[in-house]
């Protein structure tokens, strides 16, 4: 059964929840399909990290005792790699540790 | 009216198989959440599958045959999620098969009429079940009502520039299941002849190598026999290797020829094409074994691959007539005679298209050009991926 209120104002506030409703969905619509495009770029990105790693294991950087590979990126059309010596790293964060020990 | 588009959420049983057809590359194109977002991922986010297994309309389950599956599954149905099944492999498998016993990376069976029991309790319960041939979608409309077949498809992105060998001999591959599912049994003259040829280099890539089989003692014993014939072949082998890591391996592998003789059997009528596919992508010509309703027979002869007439089912039909009991000796001598025949027929065909392609180094690359092009254009993951989307958005009324 339709029955009708008459109130202006509620015809106000219920006209303009509609809109707003339509709006809510229309960006839930796009953020749905945004957050897709999202989901597809991510397993394109972890494919390309998989290929990249591919090519990493295969080559020899011949690093000494506890060096490792922390970073390979491209500059300028050119593939470079950067060689962390995981003993001064950890050095370097024990300092950072006294440092704020210090401070407090 | 609107298509509805239902969130998806993909239960994966591993990559090192056909998950990564079934599940991964429907992901990646449709932008499915799943619970192994990459090839060389072995560890699950509990929390971001519970959070998508919430938001999902849908969840897909591959192979889903164990009891937890079933749980979890029922669950989610009970708080109106629709449950699909996916799958392409029958367990419909002769006791004779080693994957009886085995999976070729040495996984035991177990219960193999368990797993089947599983399987099929499963596909009751579920909304869609999907597979890759029209055998198997048969084989479960006996358990489901809505069957969809969604083959097998190719991202060209996985795919290196085919690699070529420069040298003089002829590298002739077997490559995968076909060397430990009893399907090159009827070619082994010929495996043996060409192991001893100058021209040609044989490839096995597949089986276990030595030192991975000492540690598994059950899975060598299984394969016995098949490890001493191809232990005695002079050969060059690549054992198996993970998912990630196959598609470049193969292509190392620089094949010039790769031979798929496949007996007709209803395990093989299941099986899908993948392996030409994954053959063409490296422009590999194939030599494959024909029959009806096989994998292979879209092969166009000497375009895109070359097909070899199966005759399993003559000589089946001989074999069991030469069990009667009640058969006189002559009669026995003269079946026995049709049968060898019959074996020497398929042996000596064999024999005659691989020296054919030996021969011919320009109809090989002809061919193996001509399959990449097929593939891509037939195989294409990116012109069929809205396949997966129209079969769930199926299982919603339209708006």
């Known amino acids: ?104 | 009216m609107s298509k509805v588009e239902p969130e998806v959420y993909m239960i994966n049983s591993g990559y090192d198989g056909c998950c990564y057809v079934r599940l991964h590359l429907p992901c990646i194109y449709n932008g499915y959440k799943t619970d192994k977002p990459s090839l060389r991922e072995d560890k699950i986010n509990t929390k971001d599958v519970k959070h998508f297994l919430d938001r999902a309309d849908v969840v897909v389950f591959h192979r889903a045959e164990e009891q937890t599956y079933h749980d979890l599954a029922k669950m989610l149905k009970a708080n109106g999620k629709k449950i699909v099944m996916d799958n392409d492999d029958t367990f419909k498998i002769e006791g004779f098969h080693p994957l009886a016993q085995f999976m070729p990376d040495g996984t035991p069976q177990e219960n193999l009429q368990r797993r089947e029991r599983n399987l099929n309790e499963f596909m009751e319960m579920c909304d869609l079940v999907t597979t890759s041939t029209e055998t198997l979608a048969e084989e479960y409309r006996e358990h489901n009502d809505n069957v969809v077949v969604l083959p097998n498809y190719i991202d060209p992105d996985d795919w290196d520039e085919p690699m070529r060998n420069e040298g003089d001999k002829v590298r002739i591959g077997i490559v995968g299941s076909v060397s430990v599912e009893y399907d090159y049994l009827h070619i082994k003259p010929l495996l043996k002849k060409l192991s001893e040829r100058n021209d040609v280099e044989l490839v096995l890539f597949g089986l276990q190598d030595k030192k991975t089989r000492k540690k598994n003692p059950m899975v060598s014993k299984v394969f016995k026999a098949e490890y001493a014939f191809w232990d005695s072949l002079n050969k060059e082998q690549f054992p198996w290797v993970k998912r990630y890591d196959y598609n470049e391996r193969l292509n190392e592998a620089k094949l010039d020829l790769m031979l798929i003789p496949r007996r007709d059997n209803y395990f093989n009528r299941c099986k899908s094409n993948v392996k030409f596919l994954e053959a063409a992508m490296c422009e590999i010509p194939v030599i494959a074994q024909s029959f009806d309703n096989g994998p292979y027979e879209e092969l166009e002869q000497y375009k895109t691959g070359v097909k070899i007439r199966d005759n399993s089912t003559i000589i089946n039909e001989l074999e069991t007539k030469l069990e009667d009991k009640k058969l006189k000796s002559t009669k026995k001598k003269e079946l026995k005679k049709l049968i060898e025949v019959e074996q020497k027929k398929v042996t000596d065909k064999w024999e005659e298209e691989v020296d054919k392609l030996i021969n011919d180094k320009k109809l090989r690359r002809e061919i193996g050009k001509n399959a990449r092009e097929y593939t891509i254009k037939n195989y294409n993951i990116e012109d069929h991926y809205q396949k997966w989307d129209n079969a769930y958005s199926s299982l919603f009324k339209t708006i």
Do not use: H, P, S, W
Request: glycine share 4%; charged share 45%.
């Open chain 1, 1 to 104: 059964m339709k029955i009708e209120l008459k109130n202006n104002k509620l015809v106000e506030i219920l006209t303009n929840r509609g809109e707003l409703f339509k709006q809510i969905n229309k960006i839930n619509e796009k953020t749905k399909a945004l957050e897709k495009d999202r989901t597809k770029l991510g397993y394109k990105m972890n494919k390309l990290k998989e290929k990249t790693k591919a090519i990493m294991d295969k080559q020899d950087f011949g690093l000494k005792e506890f060096e490792i590979v922390t970073r390979v990126y491209a500059e300028k059309g050119k593939a470079y790699y950067e060689v962390e010596n995981m003993v001064e790293m950890y050095k370097e964060q024990i300092r950072e540790d006294i440092k704020a020990k210090k401070k407090k």
